[in-house]
């Protein structure tokens, strides 16, 4: 019979790795049945809780990098443990200390952020081609807002139309606002989930110092990861400054009675909340206040819509690994969609645009179910 | 002017002070102090011979001024005073010096930790040189008890305290006496009748001659002090004259209106005129004014005309009475959480998920089903999970244990299996079987065959993913001992809620000047050794507005609030703090700033030879100090704490070693 000792020095690493919650854990399981991972396969996040607290984690296996940090389980807990801490602490133990093995989808995305700043591996110096037939400017010291789209709107020719649309938005209201220059840089918030703090350290370092020095006070950003990072995590590091979501910055546009949306949508559209807009910053509100104000447009509601709201699957690195078909969250969003009637997904985030178009395409619904960011939707209404 | 001979006794309190604090070097420092004649150390200086070294001093070294360096003054000050006096001298010529809870047990550097100790003893020894004598006066002790709430806890302290022909004045906010414990079925783990024990002692308390009873009562205000507290209680107008109301309910039968009932927990309705339940005490109607049809709009009045009895009084106007007692018994219970808010759980949103309060009333003879447990649909339910810990153990909502959740979860799996031979799951997290014959119930309901889960459960739905669970409730969790989720599909879904603090227990704590802890629930004076007693002198706790509790701690803790009410009676006088205020009218303006911020009602402005000046009563007066800091004259002051006396502490704490 194999017998389990606790290993008092695995513990020591995962706890010094920033796992110092895990103490608190009671072993009552409701994160198990709260994690979304158990409605397409088995991932007992209790049981990793444990083996963390004795020191008996398999680092080699790949429940290590499952968790998408989606904080359902965190927000229900009824000892406040800090799950995606843990998670991220075993997960740094893994990729600084070498004990065990990083998945290569990680790894590769991990080694371009690290080496050109951006998860794709392009030129930094092609950071703003998107927006090169649009004429943006360039910030300069008093600009008014800075408008950070994140990596993936950027580079990705498939979400380039989130921040070309936030461009064109932008452009007709007159919003004195330009792009930072190409030595800016992924904004870290997932690498650093995926366990990579030294990378995190160095890329907000570089923009921290990047938005210093040109005076940046307001940046709006299309990805709920930098807004999160900026708003929550930077600030530790001397980035001071506002940071708003695309979403919040419009909806304030449209209650200011600054932005009017005229041209008719009747479509449905369904809403999916993103886990960092939601749970991880409590934005509800604001986007569905957006769609509301679109002419014509039906809002439906998932049946496990805000604080419930079933992540799309790219949270905490895994929009770089492979999720085998089947085990999809976003296929999961796409097929209750379709039940619903919904012609068009919403979302506020460059992930889910990404999770949501692949699950579409490859379910064979893109003749009759679309994805499209807010800022999309808004621009088109305009 | 008598010389200053100090005694300074620094006190090791085991290694509570000595494992941090050097006391010899402490001690040594003070015996060098202007006009300290004898500095000790000692283990344990609240022993008796601990104590005889201040009294020997005292006569032998001629000791007229004491200083100990121990624990909090709230656990010792009283016993030194005490051993001073046995000494001879006035217990107040005595200071604390507080080396523990504010030294010791912070300080982990042992050589600040021992300068520290003696900075605060030099401020002491400056302190106690300025004491005066004072004189300790008595006043008499009112021989009655005010319990608030008439639920088992305030029934039975006031049934003690009546048994022992002492005056009661028992006040219960509902129609009838009863509480809690009048909605039970069984009550575990013997499974007796809930009613069956308590309706005796209802009856007991309808009828007892030293027990006065107000029932739709709420005490709203209360002054004074222990021995002579002043309470006034609204009697709300129950639009019934009690005295011709003969209890036979034709009103509630005519009256046309209907509403939920409280006491069925809204799985029933009840007249707006009613008699919350057949064993009510007292056994009279009571019309809610908020519902009834002709109060509000001026129309119906069916219930007068079917009183024979001509009770029906809708001139009634509530009633104000006045009443002095000498101490007060809290006993106001709890209520019930409402789960409603875990949305997951689909309280509310499903029929068939109730709390444990509402399974209660199915399983009770009396009850809406009588007795059946059935549900929505008029079914026997073919499977029941129950669920732990709802709203308890949880910070997100509460982060203490309730305590009878575990036992109740028992006794609802037993009577489950009992009536309708359901399948029974208990989602627990730990058992709690801790009091006499109750793991031995545990123990029986495993052999009685039901299914215990170990996990937190996630969610209910009625989300099926199999055709098993089609038409059922799922419950979702982690069978945390198997490592797997689990799903089971069941009919009926108890959820055993958490007990939590009365929605008012602030408002009450403010009425009563008593504290609550953290979680909400009122505060004890010790919690190992004065449970019952709140800070606040003469007013005790019992039963579930302390915390938590079962019936037998309940009873137990009534028990001891009447032992403890009747103790002050017996003695008859209550000792009055001789710290208190005293004004120099030769500087008061008699403005009345002091009268306007005392909270004991103690100073008054009185003309004196023409002048208008502020009269303490010294037998209201607690010390508190308000009227000191207020007076902008500085014409009061709060003997013991002079103004001479706190600035040479404070010099003394703030100048160089």
């Known amino acids: 019979m194999e017998v389990l000792s606790p290993y008092k020095e695995a513990t020591e690493v995962i706890l010094e790795a920033g796992g110092e919650p895990l103490k608190l854990c009671y072993q009552c399981g409701l994160c198990t049945g709260t994690c979304p991972w158990n409605m397409v396969r088995s991932f007992l996040v209790r049981r990793i809780m444990h083996e963390a607290q004795l020191g008996a984690v398999d680092f080699g296996s790949e429940d290590v990098w499952t968790c998408v940090t989606c904080k359902a389980c965190v927000d229900r807990c009824p000892r406040g443990v800090e799950i995606i ?10 990729a ?18 690290a080496g050109v700043g951006n998860p794709l591996g392009e030129p930094p110096e092609r950071r703003n081609d998107w927006a090169k037939d649009l004429k943006v400017k360039d910030f300069a010291k008093g600009t008014e807002v800075l408008y950070f789209p994140c990596c993936v709107p950027s580079y990705d020719p498939g979400v380039k139309n989130v921040a070309r649309s936030v461009a064109a938005i932008f452009d007709r209201l007159k919003i004195d606002y330009g792009l930072i220059g190409t030595e800016a840089k992924c904004c870290g918030e997932a690498i650093r989930k995926a366990g990579y703090e030294e990378t995190f350290q160095s890329l907000a370092q570089n923009n921290i110092d990047l938005f210093t020095s040109n005076g940046v006070k307001t940046v709006v950003v299309s990805s709920p990861h930098c807004y999160h990072t900026f708003k929550a995590e930077y600030p530790e590091l001397g980035g001071e400054f506002e940071v708003l979501h695309i979403a919040q910055y419009l909806a304030s546009l449209i209650d200011k009675g600054k932005l009017k949306l005229s041209k008719e949508l009747n479509k449905k559209v369904v809403y999916s909340d993103p886990c960092y807009l939601g749970r991880h910053n409590h934005i509800y509100d604001e986007p569905r206040e957006i769609l509301k104000a679109i002419p014509g447009l039906e809002l439906l509601e998932f049946p496990d819509a805000r604080e419930n709201g079933l992540c799309c699957g790219g949270g905490g690195g895994r929009i770089w690994m492979d999720t085998p078909k089947g ?35 490859s379910m064979g619904k893109a003749e009759t179910m679309q994805v499209k960011d807010i800022a999309e939707l808004v621009a088109e209404a305009m | 002017m008598e010389e200053i001979r100090t005694g300074v006794y620094i006190c090791h309190c085991g290694l509570n002070i000595a494992g941090v604090v050097d006391v010899e070097e402490v001690a040594k420092y003070a015996g060098q102090l202007p006009g300290v004649v004898v500095s ?85 020894v400056r302190r106690v040189c300025r004491h005066e004598p004072l004189v300790v006066r008595e006043a008499p002790f009112t021989p009655s008890v005010l319990v608030i709430g008439g639920g088992i806890a305030g029934m039975q302290a006031a049934l003690d305290i009546a048994n022992g022909h002492q005056k009661v004045y028992l006040v219960e906010r509902d129609p009838s006496i009863g509480g809690h414990m009048a909605q039970l079925d069984r009550t575990f783990p013997t499974l007796d009748c809930s009613e069956c024990i308590l309706t005796p002692k209802m009856s007991d308390v309808g009828h007892h001659p030293f027990i006065e009873l107000h029932t739709y009562s709420e005490v709203e205000e209360v002054s004074g002090s222990i021995g002579s507290f002043k309470v006034k209680i609204r009697k709300k107008a129950r639009y019934v004259d009690e005295s011709k109301c003969v209890g036979c309910g034709d009103c509630e039968e005519k009256c046309p209106w209907k509403v939920p009932s409280e006491y069925e927990m809204g799985l029933a309705k009840r007249g707006v005129i009613y008699i919350p339940f057949a064993q009510a005490i007292p056994n009279v109607a009571t019309i809610d004014g908020e519902h009834c049809v002709y109060l509000q709009k001026g129309k119906c009045r069916a219930c007068e005309k079917a009183c024979e009895a001509g009770a029906i009084d809708f001139e009634q106007k509530d009633e104000i009475i006045e009443v002095e007692v000498g101490a007060i018994i809290v006993a106001t219970g709890y209520d019930q959480f409402d ?25 009770c003879a009396a009850g809406p089903t009588e007795g059946k447990i059935l549900l929505k649909d008029g079914r026997e339910p073919e499977s029941v999970a129950l669920v732990h810990c709802v709203g308890s153990r949880d910070q997100n909502y509460h982060e203490y244990c ?35 014959g109750y793991e031995e119930f545990y123990n029986r309901l495993s052999e009685e065959g039901v299914n215990f889960i170990r996990g937190k459960v996630a969610k209910i739905t009625d989300d099926a993913v199999t055709d098993e669970e089609k038409g059922k409730l799922v419950v979702v969790s982690e069978d945390t001992l198997l490592g797997k989720l689990i799903r089971v599909p069941v009919d009926m879904v108890i959820l055993c809620s958490a007990l939590q603090p009365r929605a008012d227990a602030e408002n009450v704590g403010k009425i009563l000047n008593i504290n609550r802890r953290a979680d909400g629930f009122f505060l004890e004076r010790h919690v190992k050794l004065d449970p019952v007693a709140t800070p606040t002198d003469g007013i005790f706790i019992a039963g579930c507005c302390e915390a938590p ?53 103690a100073p008054s402005i009185v ?51």
């Open chain 2, 549 to 601: 509790r079962d019936i037998p701690d309940t009873v137990a803790q009534a028990e001891a609030t009447a032992a403890k009410a009747l103790s002050l009676i017996s003695r008859g006088t209550v000792t009055l703090e001789a710290a208190i205020s005293t004004v120099d009218e030769s500087i008061c303006h008699g403005c009345g700033r002091c009268e306007e911020v005392c909270p004991f009602s």
């Open chain 1, 96 to 113: 600084s200390l070498g004990i065990g093995v990083v998945p290569d989808a990680l790894r590769i995305s991990a080694k371009n952020i």
């Open chain 2, 40 to 124: 000790r150390e000692y283990r344990y200086m609240c022993s008796d011979p601990g104590q005889d070294l201040i009294k020997d001093d005292i006569k032998e070294l001629g000791v007229n001024r004491v200083v100990v360096a121990s624990c909090s003054p709230r656990m010792h000050e009283p016993t030194f005073r005490k051993a001073v006096e046995d000494g001879g001298l006035n217990p107040y010529l005595y200071e604390h010096a507080n080396i523990r809870e504010h030294c010791s047990w912070v300080h982990d550097d042992k050589e600040l930790a021992t300068n520290k100790a003696k900075d605060l003893v030099r401020a002491a």
């Open chain 2, 339 to 363: 789960p409603a808010v875990i949305s997951q759980y689909g309280y509310r949103r499903f029929d068939n998920v109730l709390t444990g309060l509402e399974f209660e009333r199915l399983t």
């Open chain 1, 85 to 94: 801490d843990v998670m991220r602490a075993l997960r740094r133990a893994v």
């Open chain 1, 327 to 361: 085990e999809r969250f976003s296929d999961i969003r796409v097929e209750q969609a379709a039940e619903m009637g919904a012609d068009i997904i919403a979302v506020a985030c460059p992930y889910c645009v990404l999770n949501y178009t692949d699950s579409v395409l």
């Open chain 2, 607 to 657: 003309s004196k030879n023409g002048v208008m000046v502020s009269e303490i009563n010294e037998a209201l007066c607690k010390g508190c100090g308000a009227c000191a800091v207020i007076c902008p004259t500085g014409a009061v002051t709060i003997k013991h704490f002079t103004q001479d006396e706190i600035l040479a502490q404070v010099d003394a704490l703030t100048e160089a070693r």
């Open chain 2, 402 to 436: 309730s305590r009878v959740c575990c036992m109740y979860a028992l006794k609802y799996a037993h009577l489950a299996k009992e009536l309708t031979k359901a399948d029974v799951y208990q989602f627990y997290i730990d058992m709690r079987c801790f009091g006499e």
